[in-house]
């Protein structure tokens, strides 16, 4: 599903946003501090804010649907990937360590394109929960004709 | 209750890409970049439809969706709950969509394929704040994008730069003013002004200030830039968060190359700023005509203002009445008739040991000097002319009357723009014609100073 080259840009610290919907379908969504791809290449853990909405965290609990979006600022390369939660914990402090190098990579990302990422200290993007999930789909999202197509 | 749109301005400029998030009818979620959410009301926003995308199939089957924007002054996130109401294919906000698109294409190779297809309608249900993106109370961390300069189409600075390119006495000192007035009293130190050119649905650079290089005798083409752009549009084109649209427009130029779908042409330069993060373009019209067009550029994000459009469209049509009206006394007022016989305006000049050649294509109707582009067209005539006066009769001094009433110069009867093509001659000379001038003696009369040998040579 997820091979080692796209494990790697998805891992690289990228804008990453997390979609979920309600039973009314609904959607909610919030941003994510990083992404870990498993071995196997089918299933990730998504690092989300402790903060973000409860609608989130209830959607998920409630029918477990996720998109995760990531795209690389400087760039616009994106890619998706849907699927289902399997379950989550708080982050673990070694995978909040993990979480802050990834989304230190992302500010960085931000100031090459001149947006301060110092200006994003105030976000309440840690502590993190982690939530497990088993990627049914993979999809480029990079802007342009064939945006949406499959990659797995 | 209002939701309080109005009041989140900055979040609608495109400095910070916006999320998407839809839901399919089977229940799926998507979350999806956006590169521009637009304010339309105080309870509705518009987002650009540019490819059948996965978001788009989402609305067609389930009209709830919501958007995530970022304050680029306190990096505040907010959370739009929208209900999608209608598409549009015409009218003002598709148009003003449409144009900042198509400038953004042009500027990167992608018209036709980068291109505004709908402007998608949402009422606006609610506006929460987005708890992890909590905003900076205190400012104490830098703002994500430079402090939002002050208003700056003031009704004193439009008095101002009125009373200043009041005293100009010609077309020449009247587009300096303009230009100089714009730094002086708006503070914009990066503008230019394009005429009208003597070939259809062109124009030609003709002032600028603030660039290396003046771009004097530049073509524009309509469709091309954001000049090309106002020209076709005929109205004011605004865009901030130029650098955040152009990375979005490269990114699907990469992929539609990749896809054969666009050739690997260059992108057309860019004229001015290499990285401009916002232009205005203002057309200059009087009565529907287009005279040309003004084009002010900035490092700033959102630089230019919503709220300032009546004020620059007020100044296009005064600069524009300003432009014309210089045009038409340059015509009517002219200095003495005929011939003004006089030693060679060079005589004094020390005379350059190098010998150089000025080539006339005529088919072209381009001049080249030493092998390189001059000038073209009427202008390139002219000068062809005026040399030919120059080496034939010994003349230095010429009239505006005396180009207006050869024939040979093929001036149209109505409108010639003569002066404005002399303006151009003289500006291009100045920049690329080594020792050829054109030096100004009073209303409608000029000489040709020429330093060092020159070998004219007319050729098919």
Same mark, same amino acid.
């Given at each position: 599903?997820?091979?080692?080259?796209?494990?790697?840009?998805?891992?690289?610290?990228?804008?990453?946003?997390?979609?979920?919907?309600?039973?009314?379908?609904?959607?909610?969504?919030?941003?994510?501090? &990083?992404?870990?791809?498993?071995?196997?290449?089918?299933?990730?853990?998504?690092?989300?804010?402790?903060?973000?909405?409860?609608?989130?965290?209830?959607?998920?609990?409630?029918?477990?649907?996720? &998109?995760?979006?990531?795209?690389?600022?400087?760039?616009?390369?994106?890619?998706?990937?849907?699927?289902?939660?399997?379950?989550?914990?708080?982050?673990?402090?070694?995978?909040?360590?993990?979480?802050? &190098?990834?989304?230190?990579?992302?500010?960085?990302?931000?100031?090459?394109?001149?947006?301060?990422?110092?200006?994003?200290?105030?976000?309440?993007?840690?502590?993190?929960?982690?939530?497990?999930?088993?990627?049914?789909?993979?999809?480029?999202?990079?802007?342009?004709?064939? &945006?949406?197509?499959?990659?797995? | 209750?209002?939701?309080?749109?109005?009041?989140?301005?900055?979040?609608?400029?495109?400095?910070?890409?916006?999320?998407?998030?839809?839901?399919?009818?089977?229940?799926?979620?998507?979350?999806?970049?956006?590169?521009?959410?637009?304010?339309?009301?105080?309870?509705?926003?518009?987002?650009?439809?540019?490819?059948?995308?996965?978001?788009?199939?989402?609305?067609?089957?389930?009209?709830?969706?919501?958007?995530?924007?970022?304050?680029?002054?306190?990096?505040?996130?907010?959370?739009?709950?929208?209900? +999608?109401?209608?598409?549009?294919?015409?009218?003002?906000?598709?148009?003003?969509? %449409?144009?900042?698109?198509?400038?953004?294409?042009?500027?990167?190779? /992608?018209?036709?394929?980068?291109?505004?297809?709908?402007?998608?309608?949402?009422?606006?249900?609610?506006?929460?704040?987005?708890?992890?993106?909590?905003?900076?109370?205190?400012?104490?961390?830098?703002?994500?994008?430079?402090?939002?300069?002050?208003?700056?189409?003031?009704?004193?600075?439009?008095?101002?730069?009125?009373?200043?390119?009041?005293?100009?006495?010609?077309?020449?000192?009247?587009?300096?003013?303009?230009?100089?007035?714009?730094?002086?009293?708006?503070?914009?130190?990066?503008?230019?002004?394009?005429?009208?050119?003597?070939?259809?649905?062109?124009?030609?650079?003709?002032?600028?200030?603030?660039?290396?290089?003046?771009?004097?005798?530049?073509?524009?083409?309509?469709?091309?830039?954001?000049?090309? =752009?106002?020209?076709?549009?005929?109205?004011?084109?605004?865009?901030?968060?130029?650098?955040?649209?152009?990375?979005?427009? +490269?990114?699907?130029?990469?992929?539609?190359?990749?896809?054969?779908?666009?050739?690997?042409?260059?992108?057309?330069?860019?004229?001015?700023?290499?990285?401009?993060?916002?232009?205005?373009?203002?057309?200059?019209?009087?009565?529907?005509?287009?005279?040309?067009?003004?084009?002010?550029?900035?490092?700033?994000?959102?630089? %230019?203002?919503?709220?300032?459009?009546?004020?620059?469209?007020?100044?296009?049509?005064?600069?524009?009445?300003?432009?014309?009206?210089?045009?038409?006394?340059?015509?009517?007022?002219?200095?003495?008739?005929?011939?003004?016989?006089?030693?060679?305006?060079?005589?004094?000049?020390?005379?350059?040991?190098?010998?150089?050649?000025?080539?006339?294509?005529?088919?072209?109707?381009?001049?080249?000097?030493?092998?390189?582009?001059?000038?073209?067209?009427?202008?390139?005539?002219?000068?062809?002319?005026?040399?030919?006066?120059?080496?034939?009769?010994?003349?230095?001094?010429?009239?505006?009357?005396?180009?207006?009433?050869?024939?040979?110069?093929?001036?149209?009867?109505?409108?010639?723009?003569?002066?404005?093509?002399?303006? =151009?001659?003289?500006?291009?000379?100045?920049?690329?014609?080594?020792?050829?001038?054109?030096?100004?003696?009073?209303?409608?009369?000029?000489? =040709?100073?020429?330093?060092?040998? /020159?070998?004219?040579?007319?050729?098919?």
């Amino acid at each position: 599903m997820i091979d080692e080259i796209l494990a790697e840009f998805l891992q690289s610290g990228l804008g990453i946003h997390f979609g979920t919907r309600n039973e009314q379908l609904e959607p909610a969504g919030c941003r994510a501090a &990083a992404v870990k791809v498993e071995g196997d290449g089918r299933h990730v853990v998504v690092y989300l804010p402790k903060a973000a909405s409860p609608q989130v965290f209830g959607n998920l609990r409630t029918n477990g649907h996720a &998109a995760v979006s990531m795209a690389r600022p400087t760039d616009d390369r994106a890619v998706q990937l849907k699927g289902l939660m399997l379950f989550s914990w708080d982050a673990k402090p070694e995978e909040e360590h993990l979480a802050r &190098a990834q989304w230190n990579g992302f500010l960085g990302q931000l100031d090459a394109i001149g947006l301060p990422g110092a200006a994003t200290s105030s976000w309440k993007i840690f502590p993190c929960v982690a939530v497990r999930i088993k990627v049914t789909a993979v999809f480029n999202q990079t802007p342009g004709p064939d &945006a949406g197509g499959a990659l797995s | 209750m209002s939701l309080g749109l109005e009041r989140m301005a900055s979040c609608f400029q495109g400095i910070i890409p916006a999320m998407f998030y839809t839901c399919s009818q089977d229940g799926t979620p998507n979350a999806a970049f956006l590169s521009h959410v637009d304010y339309v009301d105080a309870t509705h926003v518009a987002l650009s439809f540019q490819f059948f995308n996965k978001s788009r199939r989402n609305i067609a089957e389930n009209p709830h969706a919501v958007v995530h924007l970022t304050d680029p002054d306190n990096a505040q996130g907010w959370a739009l709950r929208l209900t +999608y109401e209608r598409s549009e294919t015409s009218g003002p906000i598709f148009d003003r969509m %449409f144009w900042r698109i198509e400038a953004i294409a042009s500027y990167t190779g /992608l018209k036709g394929i980068f291109k505004l297809l709908a402007a998608d309608i949402y009422k606006v249900e609610s506006v929460e704040s987005v708890p992890e993106e909590d905003g900076q109370p205190d400012r104490q961390a830098p703002p994500l994008r430079a402090k939002p300069p002050d208003p700056v189409f003031t009704m004193k600075a439009l008095q101002d730069l009125s009373m200043q390119i009041n005293t100009a006495d010609s077309l020449e000192h009247l587009l300096d003013s303009i230009v100089v007035g714009l730094k002086r009293h708006f503070n914009f130190s990066h503008s230019m002004i394009a005429l009208a050119g003597e070939k259809p649905d062109t124009l030609v650079m003709i002032a600028s200030r603030g660039y290396e290089q003046s771009g004097a005798g530049a073509e524009v083409h309509f469709g091309e830039g954001i000049i090309g =752009l106002v020209a076709e549009a005929k109205k004011p084109i605004r865009i901030s968060g130029l650098m955040r649209g152009m990375l979005h427009a +490269y990114a699907a130029k990469r992929r539609a190359e990749e896809k054969g779908w666009c050739s690997d042409e260059r992108r057309v330069p860019l004229p001015g700023l290499e990285n401009p993060s916002s232009q205005l373009g203002v057309p200059l019209t009087v009565r529907g005509e287009l005279i040309g067009v003004l084009c002010i550029e900035s490092e700033t994000p959102y630089r %230019f203002h919503e709220e300032d459009k009546t004020s620059i469209e007020l100044l296009g049509s005064y600069l524009a009445v300003a432009i014309q009206n210089m045009q038409l006394q340059d015509d009517e007022v002219e200095g003495s008739s005929g011939t003004v016989a006089g030693p060679p305006a060079s005589a004094t000049v020390e005379s350059r040991v190098t010998r150089r050649e000025l080539a006339y294509y005529r088919d072209e109707e381009v001049v080249m000097l030493d092998g390189e582009y001059l000038i073209r067209s009427l202008p390139a005539r002219i000068l062809w002319k005026l040399l030919q006066m120059r080496e034939r009769d010994g003349r230095s001094e010429f009239t505006n009357r005396e180009l207006r009433l050869d024939k040979s110069l093929n001036l149209p009867d109505f409108k010639d723009n003569l002066e404005t093509r002399l303006l =151009l001659l003289r500006r291009r000379l100045e920049e690329k014609g080594g020792g050829i001038r054109l030096v100004p003696k009073g209303r409608g009369r000029f000489a =040709l100073d020429v330093t060092g040998d /020159l070998e004219l040579v007319e050729r098919d």
